[in-house]
């Protein structure tokens, strides 16, 4: 049974980049694409963006400026960094992975997600001068 | 970004009572090349990561007991909980997968009476 185990800095301060890894134990990349979310008392819960295990990434349009999400196959993890950190960036950040499905539209043929059924236990990022 | 609103914030019902937690979306979900809505819901117990219970507005994930039903289409969702047990104590939040943003909504708080 696959299992995400995250890590990295906790206290950053402003202005910083924050960088988060993700390791995916139990199995493979390949099939699914990974994802980073984050959570707020004041505004809940926050789609930053995904990959799959080729390196192609889906952002957040309101992130996407300062995100970056990157995948190391031959480690089996994720990561992400994101840059110019502010207080209103404080929050726990989750790795997930992502249920995908393809679709066909000829001549397209393309993966959707769908959900998100396996997440790691949260890191609290704090940003504090 | 699609706005997805949850109804109501919160609930509190004595055990064995039906829950009925409502989502609505700005914009349809529906994705026509397929005929399925990209909408999902998950519960959060308190101090855990989400759950996903539900897929594609009414798929059941495996391990997800069967009294976990969501229903609905286009903008109007509903998870409906038949017979709630103390375990089910929890946030529950939809989400969709049609939009560039895959927005959340702000949860709804399920508590026993």
């Known amino acids: 049974q696959v299992q995400l185990q995250q890590w990295g800095a906790g206290l950053l301060k402003p202005s910083k980049t924050l960088s988060l890894t993700c390791g995916v134990f139990?199995?493979?990349?390949?099939?699914?694409?990974w994802s980073w979310i984050r959570q707020t008392p004041g505004k809940g819960l926050e789609w930053i963006g995904e990959?799959?295990?080729?390196?192609?990434?889906d952002y957040n349009p309101s992130l996407k400026r300062r995100v970056t999400i990157s995948v190391d196959t031959s480690r089996s993890q994720f990561s992400l960094k994101l840059t110019s950190m502010t207080a209103a960036d404080s929050a726990v950040y989750y790795c997930?992975?992502?249920?995908?499905?393809?679709?066909?539209?000829?001549?397209?043929?393309?993966?959707?997600?769908?959900?998100?059924?396996?997440w790691g236990q949260g890191t609290t990022v704090t940003v504090s001068s | 970004d699609i706005v997805m609103t949850q109804s109501p914030d919160s609930l509190a019902l004595s055990l064995g009572e039906r829950a009925t937690i409502n989502c609505k979306s700005s914009?349809?979900?529906?994705?026509?090349?397929?005929?399925?809505?990209?909408l999902a819901w998950y519960q959060q117990r308190a101090g855990q990561p989400p759950r996903l219970l539900i897929h594609?507005?009414?798929t059941r994930l495996s391990g997800v007991p069967e009294r976990f039903s969501g229903s609905g289409s286009g903008t109007d969702f509903t998870l409906t909980i038949s017979s709630l047990q103390a375990e089910d104590v929890a946030l529950y939040f939809c989400?969709?997968?049609?939009?560039?943003?895959?927005?959340f909504g702000q949860g709804t708080k399920v508590e026993i009476k």
């Open positions: 997930a992975r992502v249920l995908r499905q393809l679709i066909s539209e000829p001549p397209l043929f393309y993966y959707h997600s769908y959900g998100m059924d396996v």
């Open positions: 139990g199995g493979s990349l390949t099939d699914y694409k």
């Open positions: 990959i799959n295990h080729s390196g192609a990434t």
């Open positions: 914009q349809s979900v529906f994705y026509s090349s397929n005929k399925r809505n990209y």
């Open positions: 594609e507005a009414s």
């Open positions: 989400q969709e997968y049609y939009s560039d943003g895959r927005t």
